[in-house]
């Protein structure tokens, strides 16, 4: 009786083992089978634009995004301060996030001066907590010594440390 059960438990092993083996061998013939690839056609244009203007396109189109923006902030900022019905706490701290961001915005144009100055050209620079972001043609960013630079007028600038400065290439 009980050889008789090691013998059933011996095939069970036997025919789990052989399932086994025939599941590997199907999953690797699956597996080897090469994939299907479909090409897909469509129409291209191509327009030759100078990498200057493309540069100075997207970068303009930056700087008057950014400005804007601070506009909008600083327009809703001082609707806060002017508005009679608001109390003085939101006004004192609409008066504070005011100051705060004529700072920055003061710090920006004099960090992106700078770097102008240095000959990198026109950069926009934009200040956060606890970061800058330069955002610079790639030309003036193309070897290590001007990233290093830039990086390190900006930290000095905004007072910063280095690892808190970010460049970032206008498109080309």
């Not at 009786?1 to 092993?13: K, L, P, Q, S």
């Not at 540069?55 to 002017?82: C, F, M, P, Y």
């Not at 610079?136 to 070897?143: I, L, S, Y």
Request: with cysteine; hydrophobic share 45%; aromatic share 2%.
């Amino acid at each position: 009786m009980n050889d008789e059960r090691e013998r059933a438990a011996r095939r069970v092993r036997t025919a789990g083992c052989a399932v086994l083996v025939a599941l590997l061998a199907a999953c690797s013939y699956l597996g080897a089978r090469q994939p299907q690839v479909s090409a897909v056609s469509v129409p291209v244009a191509v327009e030759t634009i100078s990498a200057r203007a493309l540069a100075a396109a997207s970068l303009e189109q930056t700087q008057q995004k950014l400005r804007q923006e601070r506009e909008n902030a600083l327009a809703l900022l001082q609707s806060v301060i002017d508005d009679p019905d608001a109390g003085s706490d939101a006004k004192n701290e609409a008066l504070k996030e005011k100051t705060a961001l004529a700072k920055r915005m003061e710090a920006e144009a004099e960090t992106a001066e700078l770097l102008s100055h240095m000959g990198f050209g026109e950069t926009a620079v934009v200040l956060g907590e606890g970061s800058v972001t330069v955002i610079a043609p790639w030309q003036a960013a193309e070897n290590e010594q001007s990233r290093v630079r830039i990086i390190d007028a900006a930290a000095t600038q905004t007072g910063l440390a280095p690892e808190c400065v970010k460049i970032i290439l206008s498109k080309k």
